[in-house]
Structures are given as C-alpha cells and as structure tokens.
C-alpha cells in the first residue's frame, strides 16, 4: 500500500498543498483559498481532497505545515497578554532598547515611532535577586516578595509571563526557581524562561526574543492542538507530523508548541529550502529567491549554493535573536491596494485585500483595485483559466475598479493607470532584492531570479531584466514551490550557550567541554522524536569578534579535529571579517562568545526525477492568442500551457506561460527554454 507525505503551507490568500506518493513518486498539487479566521478550516479541505481521491488516511505518514499563524498574532498585535519579570533595577531594558531608532527610512520619518511593547508597564515585575557576571549568586531571590508581586497580575487577564533575569544564560537556577513560583501562584499561565529560548549574552536581545515567544506561545499553542484534532479526526495519526521553522528545518508539534518564536519566517523558509534543491537540479549556483504571494513578497539569497543564514533579525521592528533564513519581506502580493491619495499621488500598498474580500476580479465582495486586478486589465492574466481552469475571474469588476480609482481621479487610460500600479510595486520589490544584493557586495549579473509563488512568475520577469540579472528561473510547480520545500526539509533543532574568553587562551579540551553539554541536548531531543544515531547530523559553530567589538560572525568548526579545534580558525575569521566588512585586523585578539550546536533529524529525502521527452511541438502547447500589454503597446501574445511544453523547447517571448498554480509572463525579446527537470529558464535576448 502506497504510502503518502502531505505539505501546506499557508499563505495571506490561498493555502498551497504538495501530495507525494513515495512509491511512484508522484506528486499532485492544490491551491484553496485560505481561511484566516481559522487556517484548520483550508487545511481539513486539502486532506479531504487527497482522501476523495480514494487515498486511506493510514496511507498518510507524514505532515508538515507551514504556517503564518504566529507571525499573524505578532503583525497584527493579537498576541496573549503577556507579563514580564526582570531583576530589580532593570525594568527599563525592554523600554529602551537599541537606544535608537532604526536605519534607513525611519530616520527620516519625523512621524516615527517604535513599535508598542508587547508586555506593558503595568505586567512587568522586578524581581529581587542578582547573578553576576561570571554565574555566582550575588543576591539570593525573594520567594516571598514575588508571590506578593504575582498576585497582582491575577485580575489583569495576564496568559503568558516572559522571564529574564540578569546573566541568566550563565546560571539559571533563578529563573527555573521563578517558574516554579509562577505555576503555583498562576497555574493557567504559559511561562517562557530567557535561559531556555535563548541563552545568550545581550539582555535586550534576550529579553525581546523571550517577550516575543511569551506572547506568541498560547496562540500557536491553541492552534496547533487544534490542527492536531483536526488531523486525528481525519484519521491520520502519523507520528511524522512537524511545523517548518525560520532556520529551514522542521521541528515536532511538540516542541514547536514550546518555542513559537522559531516560527515567524515558517513560510518562506520552506521556499528557501526549495530553492536551494533547485539550484542544485539546474547547476545554477548563485541565486536570488523571489517569492511573491497574495500578501507579501520574500526574498533571499542563495551564494554557491548556501543559503544565507543570520542569528538576528526583526519583523515589523521587534527585534528577534534567534538561527533564521536571511529573509527580506516586503508589503507587495496579488492582494496588495492601490489607491489615490488626497494629494493626487498613487499609493500601492501596503494594506492587502487578502483572502476575503480579495481583489475585485474574485467577485467575492471586494472593489478596490489590486495588483492582481492590474493584471488581468493588461491581459496578463486569464479570465476562464484560472486556477487551471477552478475559479473564473471577472474582468469587468478589475476594469471598473481601476477606472473608478485610479485612471479617473488620475485622468489617464485604463492600461496605463494598470501599468503605474505595477511599475510601482516591481520598484518596491526591486528595492528588495537590492538590500540583500548589491548593498551586501554582491554583483546582480552573477545571479538568477528564481521567482515562485502565485503572482512571482508575472513580475519576474520585468525584474530581472530591469536589475541586469543574469536571467529567471520558474521551477516545475511555482505557486507552491514553498510547500515543496516542506517536503525537503529536515528536524531542525538549535542550541546556542554564552561563555566568552580569548581564542587563543582556549584549549581544546575547553572548548569541548562547552560543546559535549550541547551535543547531549541535540541527541537527547531528536532521540526522543525517533532518530536514531543513524540518521542524526550534529553541526558545530563559534561565535567570534575582534576584543571589544559589538557583533561577531559565525562559523563552523569542528571540535573534534584531529588537528585541533582552533587551527585555522584565526585566518578564516580574518578572511570573513574583511569579505563581510571591507577590511580586518590580523593583530587584535579574536573573542569566543558562543558555542552552537544544530541537531539535524534526518528526513528520508525525495527525488524529483528526470522528465521524459513527450515530442509534442511548441504549436501544440499553445492555448490561445490574446492581446496583452507590454509597456504601453499591445501584443498578439501566444498563450502556452506549461504541461505542454517538452523538455528542450526554446522560443522567444513575448508569451504567457498557464498552469494550475501560476502565471508566467515573458516580455518581447526574452528567451524561454525548459530544462531536463521541467524548470523554465529565461534569459535577457536571444536563445540560451
């Protein structure tokens, strides 16, 4: 009996699904709309599909998601009201912050305000104890004064209590104490302890990081076991059943449950992750992502085949400290709004239609003008083929909302009200990719743009050529390419402990010693979730800065060299520090100040096999003729099936590629080609 693997991962409009049989290697895929009030709803629909089919459920043996629900509750504010308990005198540490606000344009933004903290004045509680800087107990902790503290914050509706002592990450009996405090003064609340989510130097970090899982951990708690009830109803009781997380791994419901901070970026990790496959089928070594849905347009960068990593980000201002895809979002989707300010000036964005109402051409009670309806008024999209043929748009609703609200009150044609819309929104996304490219030190004329997610492959193509990229690829199923990733990822689980000394100072032994104590927490965790030492990968990395410096790089070593840990460590932190900075400083001291060990739980992988050859023509893949507009001049434009399309096909544009998830759009002149893995490769002129 043929056994099956399900993936979704849902997005602001549409939840994307991948079926694998893993004896034929078949895949399938479906696109429903989402379901934002309760995201169970589209996922239940999209099992149901499977099972419709004549699929048992005990075929199914394994799931994994890839949700948006924390980073919903995080965006929107809808998070649990959340307490926070800091050592006596430190209050201020969240309030204050970076003691800045940030780059780029938010210096100019004399409007400018940070973003509300997500536990309030009057929930945060100082607690009397101290630890000191090198882990010794300064001042014991107040059990009784903080049981008097607690108590306070039972009519205040508080859910969740985030904990952050000072040096915690050194020693965190205080904290653990604390805990057990909370549970017996407030047992229906979640605690969140810094000593456990992130233990690691940086208060702030650590406490913002900590506040963030604190307020996020009852939501996605809640959905989860709802999900959890929605799949055993289903009759799937696989124990293979994972959320995807922002370092590009899974982790368990379980253990997700505890640390749903891990899963701000769970979506477009999955993408990522896709990518990476994807450059390796194509030999296309250096890669930009562009991954472009209903809501949100995320990009990353993929360097000889790595991805980029970052232990440090933000989403929406908040700062976050925890392993994470080097992603950069943007406010620009299918649903994103256009509109005419008051001043006469268009808008576009950053507010979305979503998935309700949706843009106008849905017909689902929305009237503003989306940049989903913007294409289909320039005949980039079809009206009777959508979705494969699932869901008719309608062409006079786009048309009437565009005149209504943008060429009217803009006194120009429709076409070109349309074009502004969408030159607008490829310049923000543009900006996009430069901030992760060019104004990182990398030359956009060694990469390729793989564009993916439903409306991606419309855009890319503008964008690619725009930016002077070396070309464009469209993988075989783009509009759930980051549900396909889902299916290549492994159990990821990362642990991270703060002990600062001088490199050169540091034996072997020593540095061991830290990273044996880390070693067993990975073992232990996977062993638990069943991987054996088979199939278990642990890797290993340091923290390191020049004395004195306020940041360091990462990078991998192995503590069980028979060379010795630290050999060549020196010269490879040299040659980092000048490729990321622009210069170094051979003769400063090099500072350890973290130890990282990532447990891998090895996923049994899938193949994509090799396409056969089919002979059928490029005359036979054409669907229609229709008339588009490309930069204000209309075209007889060919319009292709891609499932039509042979291995080894090359034509030039301007043509409009149509499958069941996407539409792919190629401007005149451009050269298309599909490869031996059915990958769609573009190019600037001529034939590749």
Known sequence: ????????????????????????????????????????????????????????????????????????????????????????????????????????????????DRPAMLASEDT???????????????????????????????????????????????????????????????????????????????????LSTTVINAYLQPILARYIEKLEDVLVNAGIHSRQAY?????????????????????????????????VKTSQSTGYRNIITFDMGGTSCDVALIK??????????????????????????????????????????????PDSAGAVPGPACYARGGVLPTITDCNLVLGFLSVDNFLGGGMRLDARAAATAVETFIARPLNIPITAAAEGVIRIINVKMEEAIKAISTMQGHDLRDFM????????????????????????????????????????????????????????????NDIQEVFESLKIDALKELETEGFTKNNIELHFGLDLRYAGQGYEITLDCDPYAAH?????????????????????????QIEVISYRVQGVGLVPAISLPKAVPTGIPLEAARREVRQVCFDGVMHECPVYERERLDIGLAFLGPAIIEQLDCTIVAYPGQAVQIDEYQNLIMTGAGLC
């Open 1 to 112: 009996m043929s056994k099956y693997r399900i993936t979704v991962d849902t997005g602001g409009t549409f939840s994307d699904f991948v079926y694998w049989n893993e004896s034929s290697g078949e895949i399938s895929i479906g696109k429903i709309p989402s379901t934002p009030d309760d995201p169970s709803r589209a996922i239940l629909s999209g099992i149901s599909n499977l099972l419709k089919g004549g699929v048992n459920p005990e075929q199914i043996n394994y799931f994994c998601h890839g949700t948006t629900v924390g980073t919903n509750a995080l965006l929107e504010g809808k998070g649990a009201k959340t307490g926070l308990l800091v050592t006596e005198g430190f209050r201020g540490i969240y309030e204050v912050g970076e003691q800045a606000r940030p780059h780029g344009a938010a210096i100019f933004d004399i409007m400018y």
């Open 124 to 206: 945060t509680i100082e607690v009397k104890e101290r630890i000191s800087f090198d882990g010794k107990v300064l001042t014991n902790l107040d059990e009784t004064l903080l049981r008097h503290e607690l108590i306070t914050l039972i009519n205040k509706n508080v859910e969740s209590i985030a904990v952050c002592l000072l040096f915690s990450f050194l020693n965190p009996q205080h904290e653990q104490r604390v805990r057990e405090i909370i549970h017996d003064v407030l047992p229906a609340c979640n605690v969140s302890l810094s000593s456990d989510i992130i233990p690691q130097i940086r208060e702030y970090y650590r």
């Open 243 to 275: 959320i995807m997380q922002s370092n590009g791994g899974m982790a368990t419901f379980q253990a997700t449950a505890k640390k749903a901070v891990t899963t701000v970026l769970s979506g477009p990790a999955g993408g990522v992750t896709a990518s």
């Open 304 to 349: 000889d085949g790595e991805p980029s990593l970052r232990n440090r980000g933000k989403i929406e201002g908040r700062d976050i400290s925890v392993p994470m895809m080097d992603i950069n979002t943007v406010s620009a989707g299918g649903g994103t709004i256009s509109r005419v300010d008051q001043q006469g000036v268009l808008q576009v964005g």
């Open 449 to 508: 743009l793989l564009a993916y997610g439903g409306a991606g492959p419309i855009h890319a193509g503008k964008i690619f050529q725009e930016l002077g990229m070396a070309g464009m690829i469209v993988p075989r199923y783009p509009g759930v390419h980051s549900a396909m990733g889902l299916l290549m990822s492994n159990v990821k689980h990362d642990y991270v402990r703060s002990r600062i000394s001088i490199l050169a100072a540091l034996t072997n």
């Open 564 to 588: 010795g840990v630290t050999a060549g460590l020196r010269e490879k932190f040299d040659t980092a520090h000048k490729t990321m900075f622009g210069h170094n400083a051979p003769n400063e």
